[in-house]
């Protein structure tokens, strides 16, 4: 009854919809809870120049009608505010907060519920962001997109569609958009399988990229463009991935090999960085300064010989417990020095994972689980965030939730993150976003808003990486696919780049 009823809701919110000018029932009942809406905006904080919060009455009602006031300047509405009338109401409370009173009809009655606030931070946030949108099953990942959303509206577009270049015996699987310093016009992603490459657009200028070569290991995933140089830092790993019938964490994914390599985007040329035969390191980040690489690796050695190392990794997988270090860098000579331990995750029995510096070089965050590195498929996943300048780190216990949190991202301004969590149904990733103040504390996550306030309890669609833009990528996906179809730029091998 509750979803039937919740239907009925949305019809009759479509046929009023934004009646703005709508007047506020003058007879009701007085309720003492807060209104049961998704997606949950009480008390949330935004940034300024953020799309209309839009939300739907989560219970048995046939009409709702929704107060926002700042002072005496208001939108009423019996769906989803107007928005440039948002825009201005935000301005107006920037620094401040916007008052919702949420009314609800049950035949004759009405019910008014507690008011509660939207808080507008006058930081403002990037305007756009890309994903990947794949579907949380590895048996249908050609129906996979890379796609950008403008956050002050609900424009969406694709950037890359994997089916291109081909479907089934000649299909791809996209992966590991990444930009220098939140710019679109310097991107790059990578394609595996059929016509396959890494895709690098600088300043207007496409190629397509070999990186495999016979001194490094493979290809590179996992991207990290330096902030100034044309200088992109990747993980190389020979990678597996099993399927659990058992294990709540359905999906494993490990490494047989991982080393960190350092591509030229000018000279085209390849180094290693780091490549132990007894560490496994991924995840590679730039600080903002560009002085210093971030990143991840565990300790493997073997001890079972009669197997092949990918059966030992297996059957010791919750083994694998990653730590952070990070290497200096020296962007005059392109030299760098040997690493440090930052974050020791396997003296505490834990794993962590994908660091990211906030703009600032304050905080470091990352993503902590038990074992392994691959934790947007673990349910015990959280992000963890370390103060660069004391040394200490804590559970960011104030945007965690009882399900995944996973892939996150700074904003360029450094008062924003945006992540992937599961807390929804534990099945589908979906974007959150946090203010994050300037002591490292955070307020409450909110849901990326939506058009259509239900979109993404029906959307079969999981949101992979997200990552802030500073504008929209505007080269076309079919000129991507051209890029991709046509031939690759190999790359030489060096043995540094100081040269």
Known sequence: ???LSLYLFKLSSFILLVACGSSVPTEYTQSEKLPAIYPDYTEVTVPVNIAPLSFEYDGQADEMVTRYAVGNDEIVCNGQPDIDEWHELAQKAKDNAITVDVY???????????????YVSPDSIDPY????????????YESLTINQRCLENYDESVIYDNILCGFEKEGQCINCHHYQNYNPERMQFHARQYKGGTVIAYDGKLKKVNIRNDSILLSGVYPAWHPSLNLIVYASDKTWQNFHTVNPNKVEVYDEESDII????????????????????????????????????AHFERQDTTKTKMSEVIARFQELKYSIYRKSFDPNTRQFGPRELV????AIDSSATFPRISPDGRYLLFTMGRYGYFHIWHHDADLWIMDLVSGKARPFNEVNSSDTESYHSWSSNGRWIIFSSRRNDGVFTRPYIAYVDKNGHASKPFELPSEDPDYHRQFMRCYNIPEFMKGPVTITPQTFADVLKGDSVNVKYVNNFAH
């Not at 962001?129 to 048996?139: M, T």
């Open 1 to 3: 009854m509750k979803r």
């Open 104 to 118: 609800t009809r049950k035949g004759d009655q009405w019910t008014r519920f507690k008011p509660f606030n939207i």
């Open 129 to 140: 962001i890309s994903y990947r949108l794949i579907a949380p099953s590895f048996v249908t």
């Open 262 to 297: 350092a591509y030229d985007v000018e000279s085209d040329e390849v180094t290693n960085l780091e490549n132990s035969k007894t560490e496994f390191e991924v995840f590679p980040a730039w600080a903002p300064d560009g002085k210093t690489l971030y990143y991840c690796s």
């Open 343 to 346: 974050f020791d995750a396997a």
